[in-house]
């Protein structure tokens, strides 16, 4: 097959911008080349000459000598107008922007269709990591059981180095930033948002489900505390923030972004600073395991060429799980074996919550508990105004686990914190 010749015009010229220049100036076989850059910033000292940058959108959206747009700027709402009119002019597209894509998911799949026009977007995911690619052409959808990752290159770096170092989360985020990790708005990353924005995203191209941002439960690593953090380093247990997705017996989808306790014996726990790891679990295939470097100019910008590659061979998505009636479950059939931290003292009970308790305890300044509850429980409990809590998950609790409560259950021991 015949490679297209790709014209583009380059929105945003920060960290991948500057990295997808570069990797196209070493990769000449590539029929693709960048004929405008559009910047906000008119006083700022740039690498390349003036000639190559307009301050203006459509300079670009409108030369119909540029045949694809590539769409890396930070703000979601911009982004989705400079998408949806290269569409509907009929540009091919591809955007790295996961809260954009994710807000107006149904939108873009209509400006497609009606257009004949692909947009491609593995870069909003997991960078390095081909995972859409790989959901959307190799794993049949009734065979894929659950994908489960960390797919946030930005908190894996936090909560890399507030071990390594044993330095404070603010100064691990901090380093975070000025390395490129994280992003402008620190809460995108650390609250589990950009998580949230990337799995539904994934949730369509693996179970098929579209959904908005809101039907997901996020909850991000900005309240862990040194006593949680501590709590792992003395359980042997390393905390990673992980997406997942899983089909119930009924076929419907569970899905969530939380804190989890990993174990030496979970793929993850090896997964440490910008890299991002996911496993997929499927009928036929078992257990596969993908790891890359999830955050940075290179990585991200490595998947953006992928997708540019993709075009000059006229690829596109065809959504072909979109047909399956899956849809998501309810959050009061969702039951995760979680550990509840909350500060003392506090004049509230939180043990109607739970199913089951496994462990309760208490010191002078901070009380967990250890048990089972509904993500709807685990919902009304983050809901809950001046009480300062954290909660991460340690695993999912099949349909058959004994629900009945074991109440006023307390469990004393000499812990180091």
């Known amino acids: 097959m015949n490679r297209k010749q790709l014209t583009i015009g380059l929105f945003g010229f920060g960290c991948v911008g500057k990295g997808l220049y570069e990797v196209l100036q070493k990769t000449p076989a590539l029929k693709a080349s960048i004929k405008s850059i559009c910047v906000k910033t008119k006083n700022k000292q740039r690498s390349l000459s003036n000639q190559y940058f307009t301050f203006e959108k459509n300079d670009i959206l409108q030369d119909d000598t540029i045949n694809t747009i590539v769409e890396l700027i930070d703000d979601a709402d911009a982004a989705f107008e400079i998408v949806k009119t290269a569409l509907q002019k009929g540009k091919a597209v591809v955007t790295a922007n996961k809260k954009m894509i994710a807000e107006h998911f149904e939108e873009l799949l209509h400006l497609q269709k009606q257009y004949n026009v692909p947009l491609l977007y593995e870069a909003a995911c997991c960078a390095s990591i081909p995972i859409i690619r790989n959901l959307e052409e190799y794993y049949d959808n009734d065979l894929l059981e659950s994908i489960e990752g960390i797919v946030n290159g930005s908190t894996n770096y936090i909560l890399t180095k507030t071990v390594e170092k044993n330095i404070s989360f603010s100064l691990a985020l901090k380093e975070a930033q000025q390395k490129g990790f994280a992003e402008t708005n620190p809460l995108l990353d650390v609250g589990g948002f950009d998580a949230k924005y990337k799995l539904q995203i994934l949730l369509a191209h693996a179970f098929g489900v579209i959904t908005q941002p809101q039907n997901i439960f996020n909850l991000g690593i900005n309240n862990l505390y040194d006593f949680e953090l501590n709590y792992a380093k003395e359980k042997g247990y390393k905390i990673k923030?992980?997406?997942?997705?899983?089909?119930?017996?009924?076929?419907?989808?569970?899905?969530?972004?939380?804190?989890?306790?990993?174990?030496?014996?979970?793929?993850?726990?090896?997964?440490?600073?910008?890299?991002?790891?996911?496993?997929?679990?499927?009928?036929?295939?078992?257990?596969?395991?993908?790891?890359?470097?999830?955050?940075?100019?290179?990585?991200?910008?490595?998947?953006?060429?992928?997708?540019?590659?993709?075009?000059?061979?006229?690829?596109?998505?065809?959504?072909?799980?979109?047909?399956?009636?899956?849809?998501?479950?309810?959050?009061?059939?969702?039951?995760?074996?979680?550990?509840?931290?909350?500060?003392?003292?506090?004049?509230?009970?939180?043990?109607?919550?739970?199913?089951?308790?496994?462990?309760?305890?208490?010191?002078e300044n901070n009380g967990f508990i250890i048990g089972t509850c509904s993500l709807k429980c685990i919902k009304e409990i983050v809901a809950i105004r001046n009480i300062e809590t954290s909660i991460i998950l340690f695993d999912i609790i099949k349909r058959d686990f004994n629900y009945q409560t074991i109440n006023n259950q307390k469990t004393e021991y000499e812990l180091s914190y």
């Open 241 to 363: 923030l992980v997406a997942y997705a899983s089909k119930n017996e009924e076929g419907k989808i569970i899905s969530f972004v939380l804190p989890k306790f990993v174990t030496s014996k979970d793929k993850l726990f090896s997964v440490d600073d910008v890299f991002n790891g996911v496993k997929i679990q499927s009928y036929f295939c078992d257990n596969q395991f993908f790891v890359g470097k999830g955050a940075g100019a290179y990585p991200t910008s490595s998947a953006v060429l992928s997708d540019i590659s993709a075009l000059t061979y006229d690829y596109r998505y065809e959504y072909k799980k979109l047909n399956t009636q899956h849809s998501l479950a309810n959050e009061e059939d969702i039951f995760l074996k979680i550990f509840l931290r909350f500060s003392l003292p506090v004049d509230f009970e939180f043990k109607p919550f739970f199913k089951n308790i496994e462990e309760y305890y208490f010191n």
